[in-house]
């Protein structure tokens, strides 16, 4: 069935460093894939998708390109924020019936 | 101007209550969801409606019955609460039930602790 597997954390970086975060997926067909952000106390809101091969989603200065080759996802920024401290989520989306599958979520810590 | 909200956001109950979680979406969506995040922060898919109409039921104990009155609101019913069922349920809510580009916006949680 469809996964997502994804780098454990939890994940402790300086502000200003560079940010990755590992996510290669299996599925049958053709995914949509996400990165879905969960700040504390709080649901999840979308921060990029991406549709097809080769697409690049990008929001706040956060980037996946969808690797089909590579069935991956990866997540970077090129310099994080202390606001940036959240849980990260990808996931991926059956084009059937909009059913998402997560991987087990990033804990991310962002020092001043 | 809530896109997607639930009630209640808190829930502390006793073994063997039945309670019940409401939510509603405000976006006009035609799809609903519930979602449960265990304490390890594992997000899983419960259910979903699609205009009423059931199209997605995981392997979830029949204590749990979700109802849908109308294509804005999604309640989630649960019998006999078991301390397993202590974690953060969570609605959304997408435009139509197929994936794509259609991303599921989501309310911000019910934390239900079973005592």
């Known amino acids: 069935g469809d996964s997502v597997t994804q780098m454990e954390g939890p994940v402790t970086l300086s502000e200003e460093a560079f940010l990755t975060i590992n996510c290669t997926y299996t599925?049958?067909?053709?995914?949509?894939l996400f990165w879905y952000v969960q700040y504390p106390g709080e649901g999840l809101q979308l921060l990029l998708k991406a549709t097809k091969a080769d697409d690049k989603g990008s929001n706040k200065g956060f980037e996946a390109t969808y690797r089909k080759e590579t069935t991956s996802f990866h997540l970077e920024k090129g310099s994080v924020q202390v606001s940036d401290s959240a849980v990260y989520f990808c996931a991926l989306s059956d084009r059937e019936l909009g059913r998402l599958y997560f991987g087990r979520g990033t804990q991310l810590t962002v020092w001043p | 101007d809530t896109a997607v909200s639930q009630t209640p956001k808190y829930l502390v109950t006793q073994m063997g209550n039945d309670k019940s979680i409401k939510c509603e979406q405000n976006?006009?969506?035609?799809?609903m969801y519930w979602y449960k995040q265990d304490s390890k922060k594992f997000l899983k898919i419960m259910f979903s409606?699609?205009?009423?109409?059931?199209?997605i039921n995981e392997t979830v104990p029949n204590r749990f019955s979700p109802k849908s009155p109308d294509k804005a609101h999604l309640n989630l019913h649960i019998n006999s609460l078991e301390l397993g069922d202590s974690a953060v349920y969570f609605c959304?809510?997408?435009?139509?039930?197929?994936?794509?580009?259609?991303?599921?916006?989501f309310g911000p949680g019910t934390r239900l602790t079973v005592l």
């Open positions: 976006l006009g969506h035609d799809t």
């Open positions: 599925a049958t067909g053709y995914p949509s």
């Open positions: 959304a809510s997408s435009q139509v039930p197929s994936g794509g580009a259609y991303e599921q916006f």
């Open positions: 409606y699609n205009n009423k109409e059931l199209i």
